[in-house]
T-cell receptor, first 112, second 113 residues
């Protein structure tokens, strides 16, 4: 069975550019989560969706960050404009009915 | 917000040794999860705990849900080279269900040849 799929795996961009990260959750899972991992702050929850509806976006750092889930099999996390301090690994995770979350391989973002 | 404190931050052990690490919180958690992360990969769920006092095993791994519900422990017996990685504890801060997780900062396990 396919796990959580994220693309791209690596992204290098210049400051000021728009960045879009993509996620396909595990089929049948109804919750989707976006996390960010840095050396300084560890793994932090950015936003999560239940049944495609955003539930808690209090972890989104600024208005430059936005996330959408247009359907049950796809979500995007967008950063516009990007800044060097946004450099991190971004993970998407999904879960069914419960607390067990399954993570994708992550997108390593570098903003120059 | 709620924080999870993991200790030790890192462990240097010999292959074959047993490993113990723990996770504490200032507030109660109703679920404890233990994940392992290999370099360049996402965290992989190892063990989930749902009841105070619960003791659960997964192969050479054993985890316990503390009685106070403010701590959890993970033990690895007879470590092998593939156990190297970062181990995270995590839990849903608001009580459970499909909520986002709070993660500890991790315990880095390094196995010396």
């Amino acid at each position: 069975d396919a796990g959580v799929i994220q693309s791209p795996r690596h992204e290098v961009t210049e400051m000021g550019q728009e960045v879009t990260l993509r996620c396909k959750p595990i089929s049948g899972h109804n919750s989707l989560f976006w996390y960010r991992q840095t050396m300084m702050r560890g793994l932090e929850l950015l936003i999560y969706f239940n049944n495609n509806v955003p539930i808690d976006d209090s972890g989104m750092p600024e208005d430059r960050f936005s996330a959408k889930m247009p359907n049950a099999s796809f979500s995007t996390l967008k950063i516009q404009p990007s800044e060097p301090r946004d450099s991190a690994v971004y993970f998407c995770a999904s879960s069914g009915s419960g607390t067990r979350q399954f993570f994708g391989p992550g997108t390593r973002l570098t903003v120059l | 917000g709620q924080q999870l404190n993991q200790s030790p931050q890192s462990m240097f052990i010999q292959e074959g040794e047993d490993v113990s690490m723990n996770c504490t919180s200032s507030s109660i958690f109703n679920t404890w999860l233990w994940y392992k992360q290999d370099p360049g990969e996402g965290p992989v769920l190892l063990i989930a705990l749902y009841k105070a006092g619960e003791l659960t095993s997964n192969g050479r791994l054993t985890a316990q849900f503390g009685i106070t519900r403010k701590d959890s422990f993970l033990n690895i017996s007879a470590s092998i080279p593939s156990d190297v990685g970062i181990y995270f504890c995590a839990g849903p801060p608001s009580g459970g269900g499909a909520d986002g997780l709070t993660f500890g900062k991790g315990t880095h396990l390094i196995i010396q040849p």
